[in-house]
């Protein structure tokens, strides 16, 4: 059993040092993709509104006690405190997978840590807010919260059983690598921005 994992770790390490060195020539692009909101069945539709609600909840709840529960238990949490008017209600979390909420309790270490150089500059800061709308998930891994199927148009995200369609992967060129793509909501819709590295040639 130790054998395997360490193989695991090992796989892991070059497959990291391989793509180091490949993105020594590539550089990245992000494309904005539009989520066809005409082609979205009322299954998709209320799980693109609910998981913005649960990202929200989810970072809210971090932030309301940071020391506690910026680590790898709340990453895992099925249910999280929020406040209502009646008081303290429990949710449940269904739509957020553990990479995307993952992410998002990596953005929270990454704020705090900009806070943290920025008061080392002797810039005065104060502590992170809560958020009465949340707009940015991550979808931190290719073919795991996220996969593009370029052929029909759509992209294949993490909890949703029926691609979305989506206006723009004509830009995309063929021979890129497909790094990583966040989930944004806007006043006019809701889009999918694709970090992808090209060859600088």
Known sequence: MTTIVLDKKQKIKES???TKEKRKNQV???YQLKISYSNLNKQQKQWLEKIFLEAKWLYNYTVADIENRLNSKT?????????????IETREITC???????GI???????????????????KVGKLKFKSDYRNIPLKQNGITFKVLKDKNRIKLQGLKKPVRVL?????PENCDIAKAE???K?????????????KN
């Open 168 to 172: 723009g992967l004509h830009q995309i």
């Open 28 to 30: 990245p692009k992000v």
């Open 16 to 18: 990291i040092k391989k």
């Open 105 to 123: 309790l990596d953005r929270i270490k990454k704020n705090l840590t900009d806070l943290s150089k920025a008061k080392q500059k002797g810039i």
């Open 183 to 185: 989930l944004i909501k």
């Open 96 to 102: 957020l997978s553990s990479q995307m909420k993952q």
């Open 187 to 199: 006043p006019n819709g809701y889009y999918i921005y694709l970090t992808c590295y090209i060859d």
């Open 75 to 87: 990453e895992k949490s099925k249910q999280v405190e929020v406040k209502t008017p009646k008081g």
